[in-house]
């Protein structure tokens, strides 16, 4: 038995322009569902379906195999049926996986047992679904509920399922529907078919521009894979930087960019008696602040949930705590303060200078 997984691309969606070629944190959205099934299937059994040599590049890079598809079949006007038809006219198989680059997060589990069942059962078809429990309503009409009924827990509604990637064909059936009825993609009355829930991230589909969006921001969840935080009463979040600098004692503060600072003419054009504070780098990715502190001085005790900070010592001695645990730091050291961590840090001397590297928008969380 041979199944075969076949990836669809093209050019010019009105919706999310070139969306396949669009990157998607270091990759374009393309790659995802390639990378996906080159777990699953040798790459002798993918195919990238395109009539743009730019996807021929990318089935290249991969080691995949790239099918030509005729110009007329990339048009926004082809169908579906149209090119899985041409498709399976020319490549030999007895199934075919449908696997569309906007699904970039189906899961290697996932796509490996709707492969198993496809398979194990004959089917004619198998259609990827994502279960809705919520109330539906189609063409002004209910479809799961009764607008003469009280409200039911979403849990006891009946659920309601909706098409997703991927999409599994039995070549001969399809090639039969498509050739007697002139579609053939959702099957016959007289055919085996099958459909498979997904759950999750697998069911993330992109069509729209905020789904792009919501795509970019499940990809960043999986980055930093943050632990779930909760209101904590005891507990208060402070941002803004520049009054936070104000509430730790610094009298003078002043920010800006350039391509290059030297770091001993900012320490230069202050008094030795005055507590400042400047950012001397401040991007979307960090910011770098200098700040001198006098004996005494320093930062309150905080936390930070999801952001790892450092700081490096130009000068003066400073008394390092964290979790308890305090270290005398001076010029040249490095310090590393891993995020969740309680910490502050006291100068021992007057004139104390630190350069603290963060982000504009990293949450300080302090005591009540």
Same mark, same amino acid.
């Given at each position: 038995m041979k199944t075969i997984c076949m990836i669809?691309?093209?050019? =010019?969606?009105?919706?999310?322009? /070139?969306?396949? *070629?669009? @990157? *998607? =944190?270091?990759?374009? *959205?393309?790659? &995802?569902? %390639? +990378?996906? =099934?080159?777990?699953?299937?040798?790459?002798? /059994?993918? &195919?990238?379906?395109?009539? !743009?040599?730019?996807?021929?590049?990318?089935?290249?890079m991969n080691s995949i195999q790239f099918y030509k598809r005729p110009?007329?079949?990339?048009?926004?006007?082809?169908?579906?049926?149209? !090119? @899985? $038809?041409?498709?399976?006219?020319? %490549?030999?198989?007895? $199934?075919?996986?449908?696997?569309?680059?906007?699904?970039? !997060?189906?899961?290697?589990? /996932?796509?490996? +047992?709707?492969?198993?069942? *496809?398979?194990?059962?004959?089917?004619? $078809?198998?259609i990827g679904v994502k279960r809705e429990q919520i109330e539906a309503v189609y063409k002004n009409n209910p479809i799961n509920f009764d607008r003469n009924s009280k409200m039911k827990r979403s849990q006891d509604l009946e659920p309601i399922y909706l098409f997703t990637s991927p999409f599994g064909f039995k070549r001969e059936t399809f090639i039969r529907n498509y050739e007697r009825y002139g579609h053939a993609m959702f099957g016959t009355d007289n055919d085996a078919i099958e459909y498979f829930p997904l759950t999750g991230y697998s069911t993330i589909d992109i069509d729209w521009e905020t789904d792009f969006q919501l795509a970019e921001a499940i990809l960043e969840t999986f980055r930093r894979k943050k632990s779930p935080r909760y209101f904590n009463p005891s507990e208060r979040i402070e941002i803004n930087v520049p009054d936070i600098m104000k509430k730790d004692g610094v009298n003078s503060w002043r920010e800006y960019n350039a391509s290059i600072i030297n770091v001993d003419k900012v320490i230069s054009q202050h008094k030795a008696e005055e507590s400042w504070a400047e950012r001397i780098i401040n991007s979307s990715n960090n910011s770098a602040t200098i700040i001198c502190q006098n004996k005494g001085e320093g930062n309150r005790r905080h936390y930070h949930p999801d952001w790892c900070e450092w700081w490096y010592i130009l000068d003066g001695e400073w008394d390092f705590e964290i979790e308890g645990n305090h270290t005398i730091v001076k010029p040249g050291d490095i310090v590393f303060i891993p995020a969740g961590r309680w910490h502050r840090i006291t100068a021992l001397r007057d004139k104390s200078i630190r350069i603290a590297v963060s982000r504009e928008d990293v949450a300080h969380i302090y005591k009540r």
């Open positions: 669809p691309a093209r050019l =010019g969606s009105k919706r999310v322009k /070139d969306k396949n *070629l669009r @990157m *998607l =944190g270091n990759k374009p *959205l393309v790659q &995802y569902v %390639i +990378e996906t =099934g080159k777990q699953i299937f040798s790459s002798d /059994d993918i &195919y990238l379906n395109s009539s !743009f040599d730019i996807f021929k590049t990318i089935a290249q110009d007329e079949l990339s048009t926004d006007t082809a169908t579906n049926d149209e !090119f @899985m $038809y041409d498709f399976l006219k020319h %490549i030999n198989c007895d $199934y075919v996986i449908q696997v569309n680059p906007t699904s970039p !997060f189906l899961s290697k589990e /996932d796509l490996s +047992e709707f492969k198993r069942i *496809l398979e194990s059962k004959s089917l004619d $078809y198998l």
